[in-house]
């Protein structure tokens, strides 16, 4: 329980002090200038903005009633490497439509597959209809109850998401880098 609270303080002291630092250079790189007079006015309103948007960055959990998430307190180091591998998968979906579309007799086999992912963290969620429609030859049609609805463009790209049993590749790595 202990945990939960210093997690829940270190939240909110990164939203203390990462926001309006964050938008105080962000500020300066606007502004372009170092006067005193500028500097106050830019601290002031990065102060100010990053209080009213305080009750906005905080995202309710999907299973969990009461329990929120800091928008922006994510496992970086994790989504950096997960990014890494969306990129390779993104590269090998590219080079399989891209054949696809070359070949003359056109081997598509359009699915429409739904698979239950339930993800507590609503960034979790986003990430994983997201990471589906950059994907060549998917798309995210529809996420509800913990249910995605995927169109595939074949029959493999539906399989890599929702095999015939066990998970696909893409909503365990989501899973797991939430630690869902």
Not at 118 to 124: F, K
Not at 138 to 161: C, E, N, P, R, W
Request: with cysteine.
């Amino acid at each position: 329980m202990i945990a939960k609270k210093n997690l829940a303080r270190e939240a909110q002291l990164k939203q203390l002090i990462v926001l309006p630092l964050a938008l105080f250079i962000f500020w300066i790189i606007l502004t372009g200038s170092f006067t005193t007079k500028s500097l106050i006015i830019g601290l002031m309103a990065a102060l100010i903005v990053s209080r009213l948007c305080s009750p906005i960055l905080y995202l309710p959990a999907a299973h969990t009633p009461g329990k929120s998430y800091a928008a922006f307190d994510l496992p970086y180091l994790k989504l950096f490497f997960y990014l890494f591998w969306l990129l390779g998968e993104l590269i090998k979906a590219n080079i399989q439509v891209a054949l696809i579309v070359l070949n003359p007799k056109m081997p598509i086999s359009p699915q429409v597959v739904t698979f239950k992912k339930p993800l507590d963290h609503p960034v979790a969620q986003t990430l994983l209809a997201k990471s589906i429609i950059l994907t060549p030859g998917t798309i995210t049609m529809d996420v509800g109850d913990d249910i995605y609805t995927i169109h595939a463009l074949t029959k493999d790209a539906a399989l890599s998401l929702a095999p015939l049993e066990g998970e696909g590749e893409m909503p365990v790595r989501v899973g797991r880098l939430f630690n869902e």
